[in-house]
Nanobody, 120 residues
Framework: QVQVVESGGGLVQAGGSLRLSCAAS????????MGWYRQTPGKQREWVAG???????NYADSVKARFTISRDNVKGPVYLQMNSLKPEDTAVYYC??????????????WGQGTQVTVSS
């Protein structure tokens, strides 16, 4: 069993910063990808940033140069440093980890979500 837990959301004024954290626990042999997604009411969940097992990072155009994804090591934790926040960044943010557990296949595990609210 694998659990993914996020933390670090909250309320911030436009232009401010927040740092989200995400850690996985359980029977994990490797984590082959980590990412952050976000979702607002009535919209589909959208990808925000990702980091591969090799450390390569990618970002959605809407957050490039403002957000930074990083990790402590190949099994996490993973972080999302969010700077220059805008009201349109308001969403529930979810951590995703692609985990190889004790079996032969990878599975995607999601955290419970953490609310980020940016006031104008």
């Amino acid at each position: 069993q694998v659990q993914v837990v996020e933390s670090g959301g909250g309320l911030v004024q436009a232009g401010g910063s927040l740092r989200l954290s995400c850690a996985a626990s359980g029977s994990i042999r490797s984590i082959n990808g980590m990412g952050w997604y976000r979702q607002t009411p009535g919209k589909q969940r959208e990808w925000v940033a990702g980091i591969s097992s090799g450390g390569r990072t990618n970002y959605a155009d809407s957050v490039k140069a403002r957000f930074t994804i990083s990790r402590d090591n190949v099994k996490g934790p993973v972080y999302l440093q969010m700077n220059s926040l805008k009201p349109e960044d308001t969403a529930v943010y979810y951590c995703n980890m692609r985990v190889l557990g004790l079996g032969p296949y990878e599975y995607d595990y999601w955290g419970q979500g953490t609310q980020v609210t940016v006031s104008s």
